[in-house]
């Protein structure tokens, strides 16, 4: 059964740096997104991505995050300069056009 | 601003009984409605979708839809202890983000 991969399953950086999170979508599907979840929080919508560009985004995706999809088969969540609050479970998600929404493993990242 | 709103529970049922899990929804142009399961420590996973009123049955699973009482339900028939997760209830527009609430707590006890 096809489903989402996602790299690392853990990050660990240091509060400053950069991280890029990476996300392989279901092969035939054409939105993408990435979520968030805090510890012991919801689950909240950062970014979706359709036919190249950014869609639809949420007051938390600022600056200093970005989208990309460098080539047919992965996508990417870069934060240029993580803050401690930037610690959460990061979920990538895609869908076909019924919208069913597929989540991913997640990665951890934890800013130290 | 959309909103979703379920009890947070936690809601506990013995193992073999029913557990029914409510959620009411602010957005009236909602069209698709989605329930996921998430284990701690664990992604969330799809485990219904029902777009039209009325009930939808997948094995021990039953969601139910009233769009004019703008409230989705789901029921866990014979609950297993497997069951034990949060339940997140997600209305959704096609081709927007989803909008989970903080989710609904079960444990299912044997």
């Known amino acids: 059964e096809p489903e989402v991969t996602q790299t690392p399953s853990h990050q660990v950086t240091q509060m400053g740096q950069e991280v890029i999170l990476r996300c392989v979508p279901i092969?035939?599907?054409?939105?993408f997104y990435w979520y968030r979840q805090i510890l012991g929080q919801k689950v909240e919508f950062l970014v979706s991505f359709y036919n190249n560009e950014i869609s639809e985004k949420s007051e938390i995706f600022d600056d200093q995050f970005s989208v990309e999809r460098p080539d047919g088969s992965n996508f990417t969540l870069k934060i240029r300069s993580t803050k401690l609050e930037d610690s959460a479970m990061y979920f990538c998600?895609?869908?076909?056009?019924?919208?069913?929404?597929?989540f991913g493993p997640g990665t951890r990242l934890t800013v130290l | 601003q959309k909103e979703v709103e379920q009890n947070s529970g936690p809601l506990s049922v013995p193992e073999g009984a029913i557990a029914s899990l409510n959620c009411t929804y602010s957005d009236r142009g909602s069209q698709s409605f989605f329930w996921y399961r998430q284990y701690s420590g664990k992604s969330p996973e799809l485990i219904m979708s029902?777009?039209?009123?009325g009930d939808k049955e997948d094995g021990r699973f039953t969601a139910q839809l009233n769009k004019a009482s703008q409230y989705v339900s789901l029921l866990i028939r014979d609950s297993q202890p497997s069951d034990s997760a949060t339940y997140l209830c997600a209305p959704n527009q096609a081709g927007t983000a989803l909008i989970f609430g903080k989710g609904t707590t079960l444990s299912v006890s044997s």
């Open positions: 029902i777009y039209s009123n």
């Open positions: 092969s035939n599907h054409l939105y």
């Open positions: 998600a895609s869908s076909d056009h019924r919208n069913e929404q597929f």
